[in-house]
T-cell receptor
Framework: GENVEQHPSTLSVQEGDSAVIKCTYS??????FPWYKQELGKGPQLIID?????GEKKDQRIAVTLNKTAKHFSLHITETQPEDSAVYFC?????????????FGKGTRLHILP | DTAVSQTPKYLVTQMGNDKSIKCEQN?????MYWYKQDSKKFLKIMFS???????INETVPNRFSPKSPDKAHLNLHINSLELGDSAVYFC?????????????FGSGTQLSVL
């Protein structure tokens, strides 16, 4: 089955700097890669997603890149702000079947330092 | 207006008891899920339902029984609670019939078994 590895587990960056979180997946059939942000005491919230037919996607300060050959994808947050502090999860799944599951990485706790 | 609401937010109970967690979504989605998040923040799917039909049952002990009276509700009943059941349980929904795309999570139920 699919396995998703996420690094680092903790990341501290100075406010205004960029943050990068990396994930690798094992199943080459995976074709959908979302990223979720979980703030303290809340449920995860989808912030961006990418499909395997796209190499990069941007939404304001957030971007995701996908390298299908290497089976890895990354989340880039530019000009970080205090409200970016949260736990971020990458995930991978195979779209197309009703019983397809999504597999999450173990999360990255991002601290934005003032 | 909360999109995915689950109750209670906190649940403290003794080993051996039976408890239920309720979930409702007002997004008109066809698919609903239960996820478990352990103390290390690892998110794992437990069940998924599509329009009241069980789709995924992810090797969860049969002490856990989901019930979907209609497509807007997915409740989780747990019998004979054990210490290892302590975790945060998230309900989620998706507008997509197939797969795990664009999940909307509730704010979680923190279950503590003493």
């Amino acid at each position: 089955g699919e396995n998703v590895e996420q690094h680092p587990s903790t990341l501290s960056v100075q406010e205004g700097d960029s943050a990068v979180i990396k994930c690798t997946y094992s199943d080459s059939a995976s074709n959908y890669f979302p990223w979720y942000k979980q703030e303290l005491g809340k449920g995860p919230q989808l912030i961006i997603d990418i499909r395997s037919n796209v190499g990069e996607k941007k939404d304001q300060r957030i971007a995701v890149t996908l390298n299908k050959t290497a089976k890895h994808f990354s989340l880039h947050i530019t000009e970080t702000q205090p409200e970016d502090s949260a736990v971020y999860f990458c995930a991978a799944s195979i779209q197309g079947g009703r019983d397809d599951k999504i597999i999450f990485g173990k999360g990255t706790r991002l601290h934005i330092l003032p | 207006d909360t999109a995915v609401s689950q109750t209670p937010k906190y649940l403290v109970t003794q080993m051996g008891n039976d408890k239920s967690i309720k979930c409702e979504q007002n997004l008109g989605h066809d698919t609903m899920y239960w996820y478990k998040q352990d103390s290390k923040k690892f998110l794992k799917i437990m069940f998924s339902y599509n329009n009241k039909e069980l789709i995924i049952n992810e090797t969860v002990p049969n002490r856990f029984s989901p019930k979907s009276p209609d497509k807007a509700h997915l409740n989780l009943h747990i019998n004979s609670l054990e210490l290892g059941d302590s975790a945060v349980y998230f309900c989620a929904s998706s507008p997509y019939r197939d797969g795990n795309e664009k999940l909307f999570f509730g704010s979680g139920t923190q279950l503590s078994v003493l």
